[in-house]
């Protein structure tokens, strides 16, 4: 089953110390847990160095897009979420085993995936960015990646495209634990350019001061984030679709986009476009039933 592509950028020091002492830490409590049902409390798990969905912060604990929107999900739905943060790789393993609830860091929605998986309509569009060294020639066209190295986060939808994309374009593909790693080898030179998520890819920009920079050349498939659940329990996917769905019409996902990634979204963005039904349309699992969300 395909991974969730939970890219992490922060380059502060403080995530390289959070993954050695705090991410074990949670992993080892992960399988120590009582199992969790929807009904009793819900936990949803995020990848704690995913900048700027979700990155420690100062005092301990985790901030960041995706746990803004958790909480204000909470608010909707009536019911408090745990957050808990963990690598990525081990989220949904942990949600098929009943450890945590849903997904709640962004997951690339697409075909192979929502054949094992629930997923809520999507709050975010999704595009693969690059990113090369500031000082070096810019990349218009994917044929220019032919003869170079690109880093990208293992398990992703990147890893995958680049994996699968490889041959037709003559580059060669370096997968690198955490997404944070992989923007550490463009920086060191160990490759040449990088692969990640939108959002992901224009922090990464930001916190490498004036070392890299976003290229003109993306791969756009039309694909939006959405949150993961457990394909047996559409009653939470139901009702945290429906708590996006009031948070886009009460003006508070374009707050949230606008807070962490410095501009309005689009008009017409899945940030602000109510789908119909529930999860994603023209994607398995999407439920075509007509439904006016119950907002606070």
Same mark, same amino acid.
């Given at each position: 089953?395909?991974?969730?592509?939970m890219?992490?950028?922060?380059?502060?020091?403080? &995530?390289?110390?959070?993954?050695?002492?705090?991410?074990?830490?949670?992993?080892?409590?992960?399988?120590?847990?009582?199992?969790?049902?929807?009904?009793?409390?819900?936990?949803?798990?995020?990848?704690?160095?995913?900048?700027?969905?979700?990155?420690?912060?100062?005092?301990?604990?985790?901030? *960041?897009?995706?746990? %803004?929107?958790?909480?204000?999900?909470a608010?909707?739905?009536?019911?408090?979420?745990?957050?808990?943060?963990?690598?990525?790789?081990?989220?949904?393993?942990?949600?098929?085993?009943?450890?945590?609830?849903?997904?709640?860091?962004?997951?690339?929605?697409?075909?192979?995936?929502?054949? &094992?998986?629930? !997923?809520?309509?999507?709050?975010?569009?999704?595009y693969?960015?690059?990113?090369?060294?500031?000082?070096?020639?810019?990349?218009?066209?994917?044929?220019?990646?032919?003869?170079?190295?690109?880093?990208?986060?293992?398990?992703?939808?990147?890893?995958?495209?680049?994996?699968?994309?490889?041959?037709?374009?003559? !580059?060669?593909?370096?997968s690198?634990?955490?997404?944070?790693?992989?923007?550490?080898?463009?920086?060191?030179?160990?490759?040449?350019?990088?692969?990640?998520?939108?959002?992901?890819?224009?922090?990464?920009?930001?916190?490498?001061?004036?070392?890299?920079?976003?290229?003109?050349?993306?791969?756009d498939?039309?694909?939006?984030?959405?949150?993961?659940?457990?394909? %047996?329990?559409?009653?939470?996917? &139901?009702?945290? %679709?429906?708590?996006?769905?009031?948070?886009?019409?009460? *003006?508070?996902?374009?707050?949230?986009?606008?807070?962490?990634?410095?501009?309005?979204?689009?008009?017409?963005?899945?940030?602000?476009?109510?789908?119909?039904?529930?999860?994603?349309?023209?994607?398995?699992?999407? %439920?075509p039933?007509?439904?006016?969300?119950?907002?606070?």
């Amino acid at each position: 089953m395909a991974r969730p592509d939970m890219e992490e950028t922060d380059m502060n020091p403080r &995530n390289a110390l959070f993954r050695r002492l705090v991410l074990p830490a949670v992993a080892t409590l992960a399988l120590a847990a009582p199992a969790v049902h929807a009904q009793d409390k819900l936990i949803a798990g995020v990848d704690g160095t995913f900048a700027p969905h979700a990155m420690p912060k100062l005092g301990g604990g985790v901030e *960041g897009f995706n746990v %803004d929107l958790i909480n204000e999900i909470a608010k909707q739905i009536g019911k408090p979420i745990e957050i808990f943060a963990g690598q990525f790789s081990g989220l949904i393993p942990a949600m098929n085993a009943g450890k945590i609830s849903f997904v709640g860091a962004p997951t690339t929605v697409t075909p192979e995936r929502a054949a &094992n998986l629930l !997923f809520s309509e999507g709050y975010l569009n999704t595009y693969y960015a690059i990113v090369v060294p500031a000082k070096s020639r810019d990349i218009t066209s994917l044929e220019q990646l032919k003869g170079k190295t690109i880093s990208l986060n293992r398990g992703s939808a990147y890893d995958k495209w680049a994996q699968e994309n490889a041959a037709k374009y003559g !580059f060669k593909v370096e997968s690198f634990g955490t997404n944070a790693d992989a923007v550490q080898a463009l920086i060191s030179g160990r490759a040449e350019a990088h692969m990640s998520g939108n959002t992901v890819a224009a922090y990464s920009v930001v916190k490498a001061n004036g070392q890299l920079k976003l290229a003109t050349a993306k791969v756009d498939e039309g694909l939006v984030w959405g949150a993961a659940f457990r394909k %047996d329990d559409p009653q939470l996917r &139901n009702a945290v %679709d429906e708590a996006i769905e009031c948070l886009k019409m009460n *003006g508070t996902l374009p707050r949230l986009y606008e807070k962490w990634f410095g501009q309005k979204p689009p008009a017409g963005s899945a940030t602000v476009t109510v789908f119909p039904g529930y999860g994603v349309p023209g994607m398995a699992g999407h %439920d075509p039933k007509a439904h006016k969300p119950s907002c606070r």
